[in-house]
């Protein structure tokens, strides 16, 4: 391959990744030849979206046909799937030029998972896309402006710049080994906004909403608060008593949510620890900012305690 012919790209692993990825870089231009999974029903159903793809029974023949492959099963199928995998010269057939190249697109398990392929002479590396993928076709537009974080060296790690540009997407690079904390901190930006969500639903839930009526209501205060968070900083988009240094708000729900039971308290109180340092970091922090401090850490004591004891499950159905 040179760098004026785009390579052919195939996926190994139909689920939500590359439901999006493929028919995503084939509208960029990108030929996507080959596809493969563990049920040839799923290669089909991605494959028959694509023009000129085709769907694999046996993975082998996604390598043996594309430059460069992408491997999107779940992570604990990364190692058996490329161990199983053949690159280099084929013996059958030596002039059958077979993928030079292979990502995986997970942002936790290390890029030497993929060390079989790179013992036997293919380009390997990480191509880990940050966005939450449901798996529909509105992922395919919604990921621009997305960033990816990439892994690579040499003209892989050109190639996978040039493919994350091709999605509209921003590459972003970390320090070789630290890909754990990357993306256990990245989580705070996805499912545990969700988690975030669930447990406020789950506190109206007490007050008679069902939790259809709560995310209608709640999903739009998200929404604009995101906003304010990218146009002013997250210092500066914080509402809430903790922003206002509003003490006797602040000791009443904290009061409150150790009544609940369970861990509601423990989880207000260690997000409202987060919200004081984020409270600090405004130009005018408010009077009161370090007497509410003192009342997050000693409900936290309780708590902390509190929430060892009974599952927040137990306690919301009570
Ligand atoms: N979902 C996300 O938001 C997200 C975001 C960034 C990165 N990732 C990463 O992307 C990768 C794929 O995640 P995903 O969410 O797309 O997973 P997924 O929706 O669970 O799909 C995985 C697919 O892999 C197939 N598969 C399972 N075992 C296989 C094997 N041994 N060989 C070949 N195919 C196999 C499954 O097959 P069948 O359908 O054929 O049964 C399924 O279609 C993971 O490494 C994940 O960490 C995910």
Known sequence: MTQLTLPRL???????????LAPAFARAGYPV??????????????????????????PQQVVDTVDLVFLT????????????????????????????????????SPVSLLDSARAQGAATGGFHPLYLFGGSVEDIERIAGCSVTLEAQ??????????????????????????MLYHAAAHYASS???CGLAEGTRLWQTLGFSQADALRAL?????????????????????GPVSRGDTGIMQAQLDLLEQCGGDHAALY???????????????????????????????????????????PIKASRQ
Request: aromatic share 4%; glycine share 6%; with cysteine.
């Open 10 to 20: 195939g996926f190994i692993g139909a689920g939500r990744v590359s439901r999006c």
């Open 33 to 58: 030849t080959a596809i493969a999974s563990r049920t040839l029903d799923s290669a089909r159903t991605v494959a028959s979206q694509l023009e000129n793809c085709q769907a694999y029974a046996d």
């Open 73 to 108: 099963p779940p992570d604990d199928q990364i190692v058996p799937s490329v161990n199983a995998l053949q690159f280099g010269p084929s013996e059958s057939s030596p002039n059958t030029t077979r993928a030079w190249a292979i990502v995986h697109c997970s942002g936790a």
């Open 154 to 179: 040499g003209t892989l790690k050109k190639t996978l710049i040039a493919l994350t540009a091709a999605l509209g997407c921003h590459p972003l690079f970390i320090p070789p080994g630290k890909r």
């Open 192 to 194: 545990f906004a969700l």
């Open 219 to 239: 999903l739009p205060m998200l929404a604009g608060t995101l906003e304010t968070a990218r146009d002013r900083g997250l210092a500066q988009a914080l509402a």
């Open 269 to 311: 109180g260690l997000l409202s620890r987060r919200a004081v340092d984020l409270a600090r970091e405004r130009p005018t922090p408010p009077v009161a900012l370090d007497e509410i401090a003192q009342m997050v850490e000693t409900s936290l004591e309780r708590s902390l305690l509190q929430a060892r004891d009974i599952s």
